[in-house]
Every structure is written in C-alpha cells, then in structure tokens.
C-alpha cells in the first residue's frame, strides 16, 4: 500500500477522483442550496461513504448543463475515515480504491460516475495545480436536427455556418489576452487567459470546435462558441472577434452558444516535483495591464 498523502494541515489524506457526468440535469457542478448539482451528489455520497463531512475541489466549475467526462477533483478525508473506503474482505491484486469505486457506482446516480480514484501526490492541487483544461462544442446543422443518442450533447444550429471564416475568427483570439467580453463577471476574479487552442472541424452535417485554455472564467467557452457562430452566419467579421478583446466588459453584440453542445473532456497536471510550483504560479492572479 502507498504512503497516505498528507494534508499540510495534518490528519487528512487527499484523493484525486477523476469524474465524468451528463449535466442535463444539474445546475452546474458547483453546490448551490436548494438545486441538484454534481458536487452536490457527490458530496453526498463521499460522506455517506466515510461517515463524515467531505467536500469536493474540481479543476472546473461546470455551468448548468454543461457535461463532463474528464472532469478531475480533489477531496481531504480524515485519516481516521480513510478505512470506510475499504472493504472487509479485499480482493487481492486489485487497485486500493477501486472497491470505492464500485461502492459509489450503487450510490450515485445514473447521469455521474466516479471513474477513477487515486491518492493524490504531494503538492496536488485539482485546481490550482492544472496547466489546462480542454472543452469540446459540438453542433449539427443537419435538417433533420440531431441523432437521437446525441440530442443532449450536440446543440442543432438552423443555419449554414462558414467553418473556415470561424477558423480565421479564432486565431485572432489566440494567445494571453482579457477576455473580459467574453466572461460573466465575477466579483474579485480576474478574466485574463491564455487560450491556447480554437480549432474547428467539420464533418458532414457536424461542426466541433475545441478550445483549450490555462483556464476559463464564467461562461467563457459558450461566449466565445457564440461569438464565433455569429462569424459563421457572415453576420460578423473576424475583425471585430479581434476588437472584443479590447472590451472591457461582458459584451451584448452576441449571445452564448447553449450549454449543453459544452463538455468538459480533460485537465493536464504537471510532473508531480512541479505540483506545488504551478499551485504557486496560478495563485498569482493576472491583473490587466495597459498593452
């Protein structure tokens, strides 16, 4: 068996959980009074589970309707709860956690699964020690509308979309910018990002876009997804995606592509002796600067 991974705090043994979820019917990963959200369930469960309180810490904070299937997330357990995960009769030469994982597979709902549990490394932070996270937006401008067992993941556009001036549009946003335009605001929270990645593809009937980012502030992807659509249309040029990023606050000339085409499909973590410097470094927030 490994050696626990210690909270600073002591007494507490952190467990990476990787996650995947169909958020159709969640308000969002972030746990709000009186709404179902995914870390709300998962909460849930988890402290069913060791028979005390836990929370959840998550790469990303998935709006309402937004789905996963690479979402990451961290949890403390008291190092006296840790043995509720394990079974009274282990199954030799299997992975420590995996009991835990079919045990959540009974308790949780059919639309989250807990896929994978691990102790995490020293310094692992799911938030703060992530390089990036990478999103993937699907459409269909197929008549018919959408392919019944993809209806909940892949938003159907009514109008032909021009892929290559969409492509042109994204690499003018490429690159450490404020993305405020594209941001709902949040009170203390920076909208400076690197975005790394915009691509899109076509293939038949179906457009996917994939963007990748160190991170993203509040609606961000669906702002720029819908931006870009409107570039799509010919309704605007790239030009003026390129003048967003002057604006200093959320902008009305366009509207945020719907949030279930939107899933969150992986985070990328550095080697484990670089954890805790890249917590430092994404603790420095951004601030805007004149250029």
Same mark, same amino acid.
């Given at each position: 068996m490994?050696?626990?991974?210690?909270?600073?705090?002591?007494?507490?043994?952190?467990?990476?959980l990787?996650?995947?979820?169909?958020?159709t019917d969640?308000?969002?990963?972030?746990?709000?009074?009186?709404?179902?959200?995914v870390?709300?369930?998962?909460?849930?469960?988890?402290?069913?589970? @060791? %028979?005390?309180?836990?929370?959840?810490?998550?790469?990303?904070r998935?709006?309402t309707g937004v789905?996963?299937?690479g979402?990451?997330?961290?949890?403390?357990?008291?190092?006296e709860?840790?043995?509720?995960?394990?079974?009274?009769?282990?199954?030799?030469?299997?992975?420590?956690?995996l009991?835990?994982?079919r045990?959540?597979?009974?308790?949780?709902?059919?639309?989250?699964?807990?896929?994978? =549990?691990?102790?995490?490394?020293?310094?692992?932070?799911a938030?703060?020690?992530?390089?990036? %996270?990478?999103?993937?937006?699907?459409?269909?401008?197929?008549? *018919?509308?959408?392919?019944?067992?993809?209806?909940r993941y892949?938003?159907?556009?009514?109008? /032909?979309?021009d892929?290559e001036? #969409?492509? $042109?549009?994204?690499?003018?946003?490429?690159?450490?910018h404020?993305f405020?335009?594209?941001?709902?605001?949040?009170?203390?929270? !920076?909208?400076?990002?690197?975005?790394?990645?915009l691509?899109? &593809? %076509?293939?038949?009937?179906? =457009?996917?876009?994939q963007v990748? $980012?160190?991170? @993203?502030?509040? &609606? #961000?992807?669906? &702002?720029?997804?819908?931006?870009l659509?409107a570039?799509?249309?010919?309704?605007?040029?790239?030009a003026?995606c390129?003048?967003?990023?002057?604006?200093? &606050? %959320?902008s009305?000339? @366009?509207?945020?592509?719907?949030?279930?085409?939107l !899933?969150?499909?992986?985070?990328? *973590?550095?080697?484990?002796d670089q954890l /805790?410097?890249r917590?430092?470094?994404?603790?420095?927030?951004?601030?805007? !600067?004149?250029?």
């Open positions: 490994n050696v626990p991974a210690i909270d600073d705090g002591g007494g507490h043994v952190r467990l990476r990787d996650i995947a979820y169909d958020g969640f308000a969002g990963w972030a746990v709000q009074a009186g709404h179902r959200t870390a709300g369930v998962l909460d849930e469960a988890l402290s069913t589970v @060791f %028979r005390t309180p836990v929370r959840l810490h998550a790469a990303g998935t709006d789905h996963a299937t979402q990451v997330a961290h949890v403390d357990v008291p190092a709860a840790l043995p509720h995960a394990y079974p009274r009769a282990p199954r030799r030469a299997e992975p420590e956690f009991p835990l994982v045990r959540l597979g009974r308790f949780l709902p059919v639309d989250v699964r807990v896929r994978q =549990i691990s102790r995490a490394p020293k310094g692992f932070d938030r703060f020690s992530a390089l990036r %996270r990478h999103y993937i937006y699907r459409l269909t401008t197929a008549p *018919y509308g959408a392919e019944p067992d993809q209806a892949v938003t159907v556009w009514p109008r /032909e979309l892929v001036a #969409m492509t $042109a549009a994204s690499r003018e946003l490429l690159g450490l404020d405020a335009a594209f941001c709902r605001q949040r009170e203390g929270a !920076t909208t400076i990002r690197d975005l790394q990645r691509d899109w &593809s %076509r293939d038949g009937y179906a =457009i996917t876009a990748s $980012a160190d991170a @993203f502030c509040w &609606s #961000m992807v669906r &702002s720029l997804v819908g931006a659509l570039v799509g249309e010919h309704r605007r040029t790239a003026w390129r003048d967003l990023l002057k604006v200093t &606050s %959320r009305s000339d @366009f509207a945020a592509a719907p949030a279930h085409g !899933t969150l499909v992986g985070v990328d *973590y550095p080697p484990e /805790e410097a917590v430092l470094i994404t603790r420095d927030l951004r601030s805007r !600067t004149d250029d």
